[in-house]
């Protein structure tokens, strides 16, 4: 269901909860306010016909006998009569002075509650079920019947002589506090249905404006995560790409450096034995030839010992069939060739297999490190590590106790060493760090993938 649709079937719970409260508290108000009128149109006909006949109870603690006539005259043959069908007279300390029922006169009943209350000089009106135990003739003759409470006062006094207790028939109040109450509970229910109708409407205009927002909005959801599968798509291409990049820049190098030493060194090298010959025929011909003959040997001995580094530094050892941790120890043995002191080598944890590309990254990466921790950092407590990084990707660091250097200060001219191993590293959706300072020494961390990329054959 809907969420506007649950919210207006709470809220029509509620309203007409809310609305059935509210008539039931205007029903009460008005049945009370109706009990109160009555009450105070009686209490003018108690002052009128019913004070005057017991101002003796000032004097006396008792009525006489004719007395106690002329009430039940008032009872039966005066205006009283049409509006009171019985009542008692009480005295200030719970005696029944008066009474239809001539058996209850002269007996005490407790002065508490309303009748008590009437006594202080209260006026006080309710419907009472005559379950009182002084309410013998009244039971007789009703059901429910209304009751007031009302002080009888000396003339020209405040004082209370007595309290009179008088009924009447609650038809007339019944039916008009059930007539004011449909009309009561009409207006409620009308303004009730207006009000809901009115929350409808809102919730309804609100309701439209979120679908149109959310499916806006789904709409935009979708159009970007066709972008973000586009992108990752387009990622996974350029990783594809680069591995296989990487892959093939290794081949051409490769392939750079046989033909170096099998071509122009090879060419170098007759030409330096055919140069032998010449100098043997030249033999005593005068020491300015000899000269000239020793400069252009040495030209190319110089030209033939270049070529053979370019071509060594191209070519890379065989990698196809190697695991991680044999390129790290190929390429510690090749710096121990050179360095002083030897490197200290930890493996823990590294896979058997990666991508070519990585592994001609990782072979790439250390070569540069080692050979800069020779160059630049003496050689001086070369340490390399490997491990299974975080997030199925290979960690390997080359660090050293040389001189340092302030990272931040821009390399000189033909120093691309950092360079060419951040791009190596980052190429293949990897990371690249550096750690150094004066002093301090250096420590080079790489991250390279060890999934994601093409395998060799694809490579």
């Known amino acids: 269901m809907p969420l506007a649709r649950r919210y207006l079937l709470v809220s029509l719970v509620f309203v007409v909860i809310g609305g059935g409260v509210v008539a039931f508290a205007l029903g009460q108000l008005i049945e009370s306010s109706a009990i109160n009128r009555t009450t105070s149109v009686t209490a003018l006909y108690v002052d009128s016909f019913v004070a005057p006949e017991l101002q003796t109870l000032a004097t006396s603690p008792n009525l006489t006998p004719s007395e106690i006539a002329s009430l039940q005259h008032l009872l039966s043959d005066s205006p009283l009569a049409t509006k009171v069908v019985s009542f008692r007279i009480w005295s200030t300390t719970g005696q029944v002075l008066y009474s239809p029922l001539a058996?209850?006169?002269?007996?005490?009943?407790?002065?508490?509650g309303d009748r008590g209350a009437a006594a202080q000089g209260a006026v006080i009106g309710d419907v009472s079920d005559l379950s009182d135990p002084e309410n013998i003739y009244e039971r007789q003759h009703w059901n429910h019947l209304i009751e007031i409470y009302l002080p009888v006062r000396e003339v020209g006094s405040s004082r209370i002589i007595a309290v009179a207790e008088l009924y009447q028939l609650p038809d007339e109040l019944e039916a008009e506090v059930n007539r004011d109450r449909l009309i009561t509970w009409g207006l409620v229910a009308a303004a009730t249905f207006l009000a809901y109708l009115a929350l409808v409407r809102v919730v309804r205009q609100g309701s439209e404006t979120i679908l149109h927002q959310e499916a806006e909005l789904r709409?935009?959801?979708?159009?970007?995560?066709?972008?973000?599968?586009?992108?990752a798509r387009l990622s996974d291409r350029i990783r594809h790409a680069a591995a296989r990049s990487t892959a093939l820049t290794e081949l051409e190098r490769r392939r750079i450096g046989s033909d170096l030493h099998d071509g122009p060194s090879q060419t170098l090298a007759l030409a330096m034995l055919r140069l032998d010959a010449v100098e043997g025929h030249l033999d005593g011909q005068g020491q300015t030839g000899d000269a000239e003959?020793?400069?252009?040997?040495?030209?190319?001995?110089?030209?033939?010992t270049d070529m053979r580094g370019i071509a060594a530094g191209l070519?890379?050892?065989?990698l196809e069939g190697a695991s991680p941790t044999e390129i790290v120890l190929r390429a510690v043995a090749e710096h121990e060739r050179w360095a002083v002191a030897p490197a200290i080598?930890?493996?823990e944890g590294a896979p058997d297999t990666a991508p070519l590309a990585t592994k001609i990254a990782l072979y790439r990466i250390l070569s540069e490190a080692l050979s800069n921790a020779l160059r630049h950092g003496r050689g001086a407590g070369v340490e390399v590590a490997m491990t299974l990084g975080s997030e199925d990707s290979l960690f390997v660091e080359v660090s050293d106790k040389g001189p340092g250097f302030d990272p931040a200060?821009?390399?000189g001219e033909g120093h691309l060493g950092l360079a060419g191993m951040r791009e190596r590293a980052e190429l293949l959706g990897?990371?690249?760090?550096?750690?150094?300072?004066?002093?301090?020494?250096?420590?080079?961390?790489?991250?390279?993938?060890?999934?994601?990329?093409?395998?060799e054959d694809d490579a």
């Open 103 to 112: 058996e209850l006169i002269g007996r005490q009943f407790d002065m508490s």
């Open 219 to 231: 709409r935009q959801v979708q159009e970007l995560s066709t972008l973000l599968d586009q992108n």
């Open 293 to 304: 003959l020793r400069e252009v040997r040495g030209a190319m001995e110089a030209a033939l």
């Open 315 to 318: 070519r890379t050892p065989e």
């Open 345 to 347: 080598v930890r493996v």
């Open 409 to 411: 200060r821009k390399p």
């Open 430 to 455: 990897g990371r690249f760090e550096l750690e150094s300072a004066p002093g301090a020494g250096t420590r080079v961390r790489a991250y390279l993938p060890l999934a994601g990329l093409p395998n």
